[in-house]
């Protein structure tokens, strides 16, 4: 599914992980268990490397600017696909974006 970028997704706002996850790498990839609702969300390689990028809170440019350091990829496809993939984690209730309070 091919999410739309929330438009007040900007390149400088803030992105942490909720305190309500647990996560694990698996090769290249990664699993993230959200706690609450007791969900697994698979994570390919490079979903996995935006997760380990926010270990620590982060912006959607630094996470774009690595991405792009680390993968042949276009700038408009991977902030397109970055902010998709952040607004995946973020409905799926594994990051906070912006000044939302952490649940």
Excluded: F
């Excluded at 996560?23 to 697994?40: F, M, T």
């Excluded at 690595?66 to 696909?81: G, H, K, M, T, W």
């Amino acid at each position: 599914m091919v999410h739309t970028p929330d438009p007040s997704l900007a390149a400088d706002t803030d992105v942490r992980r909720t305190p309500s996850q647990a996560s694990c790498a698996l090769g290249d990839d990664a699993v993230v268990l959200q706690l609450e609702r007791g969900i697994y969300h698979g994570l390919n390689p490079v979903a996995a490397r935006v997760w380990e990028l926010l270990e620590e809170p982060t912006t959607v440019s630094r996470i774009v600017d690595s991405i792009l350091a680390e993968y042949e990829v276009d700038r408009e496809r991977c902030e397109q696909d970055v902010k998709n993939l952040l607004m995946q984690m973020h409905e799926a209730s594994l990051v906070v974006i912006g000044n939302e309070s952490a649940a």
